[in-house]
């Protein structure tokens, strides 16, 4: 049994700041890639940024150089510093991990945390 756990969603003023959490726990034998995806009403769910073991990143165009992620691999944890908010970032976050585990090779899902950017 593999859980993730977000934390660090809620309500800002554009222009403000948030920061996400979300933490791996259970049958882990390695995370490979760890990421946050968004899903705003009506669209589809997007890649936000993700982050290998080794530290490499990819962001999604719209957030490069207003967000940041970063990891703890010895804590299976990742996080989202979020900067510089816009209404349109408004959706609910997933974390995403995909990696080794005890039941085999794949991808877990958290369950999700809402970000409502509006003054």
């Known amino acids: 049994q593999v859980q993730l756990v977000e934390s660090g969603g809620g309500l800002v003023q554009p222009g403000g700041s948030l920061r996400l959490s979300c933490a791996a726990s259970g049958s882990i034998l390695s995370i490979n890639v760890m990421g946050w995806y968004r899903q705003a009403p009506g669209k589809q769910r997007e890649l936000v940024a993700s982050?290998?073991?080794?530290?490499?990143?990819n962001y999604a165009d719209s957030v490069k150089g207003r967000f940041t992620i970063s990891n703890d691999n010895a804590e299976n944890t990742v996080y989202l510093q979020m900067n510089s908010l816009k209404p349109e970032d408004t959706a609910v976050y997933y974390c995403?991990?995909?990696?080794?585990?005890?039941?085999?090779?794949?991808?877990?899902w958290g369950q999700g945390t809402q970000v409502t950017v509006s003054s």
């Open positions: 995403n991990a995909f990696g080794d585990y005890r039941v085999g090779r794949r991808a877990y």
């Open positions: 982050i290998t073991g080794s530290g490499n990143t």
